[in-house]
T-cell receptor
Framework: GQNIDQPTEMTATEGAIVQINCTYQTSGFNGLFWYQQHAGEAPTFLSYNVLDGLEEKGRFSSFLSRSKGYSYLLLKELQMKDSASYLCAVMDSNYQLIWGAGTKLIIKP | GAVVSQHPSRVICKSGTSVKIECRSLDFQATTMFWYRQFPKQSLMLMATSNEGSKATYEQGVEKDKFLINHASLTLSTLTVTSAHPEDSSFYIC???????????FGPGTRLTVT
């Protein structure tokens, strides 16, 4: 079966760095996405990785290792507005997105 | 670019009535649209995938006669919840993908409350 695993909840301090991990087992791989979702709102796109390595975009970076079925989202210089759920999703061989359950990130002052 | 709109953003209806939700791609042609449902504190659940001009493909456990999906044009898909019941109360989100895109662009969602 297809499976995406990520921690349910994480807590971090304003100004710090946090890493949210995602492991996956899917039938085929056409890229991994990270989305941010604030409560009561639709997800917004953060990053897309299809090749191994680190993609940096401002305070957010995303890493992928296809051989390990592993990705992480790194958030630097945390701000209170970063409190949200972070969704990991993998596009399978049918170009369908397989979603993780999301990681709720709580930022404390 | 790549904006998706949904209408209405919120709707309250009485049990037994039907509700139609519209999803529009405003600045691109969406060959594929997706409908998701999300219950509080849970992740997105894909309900169905629709390609323009063809019947929607429903996920296992989703009643196609209850959740009617019409993808009549490259910019519009509609989801009709027929004979709605309180357990259908949820956050419904559509997303759209262009012919050459991998990314799904999400609409803002529709919060349905059935009383």
């Amino acid at each position: 079966g297809q499976n995406i695993d990520q921690p349910t909840e994480m807590t971090a301090t304003e100004g710090a760095i946090v890493q949210i991990n995602c492991t996956y087992q899917t039938s085929g791989f056409n890229g991994l996405f990270w989305y941010q979702q604030h409560a009561g709102e639709a997800p917004t796109f953060l990053s897309y990785n299809v090749l191994d390595g680190l993609e940096e975009k401002g305070r957010f970076s995303s890493f992928l290792s296809r051989s390990k079925g592993y990705s992480y989202l790194l958030l630097k210089e945390l701000q209170m507005k970063d409190s949200a759920s972070y969704l990991c999703a993998v596009m399978d061989s049918n170009y369908q997105l397989i979603w993780g359950a999301g990681t709720k990130l709580i930022i404390k002052p | 670019g790549a904006v998706v709109s949904q209408h209405p953003s919120r709707v309250i209806c009485k049990s037994g009535t039907s509700v139609k939700i519209e999803c529009r791609s405003l600045d691109f042609q969406a060959t594929t649209m997706f409908w998701y449902r999300q219950f509080p504190k849970q992740s997105l659940m894909l309900m169905a995938t629709s390609n323009e001009g063809s019947k929607a493909t429903y996920e296992q456990g989703v009643e196609k006669d209850k959740f009617l999906i019409n993808h009549a044009s490259l910019t519009l898909s509609t989801l009709t919840v027929t004979s709605a019941h309180p357990e259908d109360s949820s956050f419904y989100i559509c997303s759209a993908r262009g012919p050459t895109d991998y990314e799904q662009y999400f609409g803002p969602g529709t919060r349905l409350t059935v009383t």
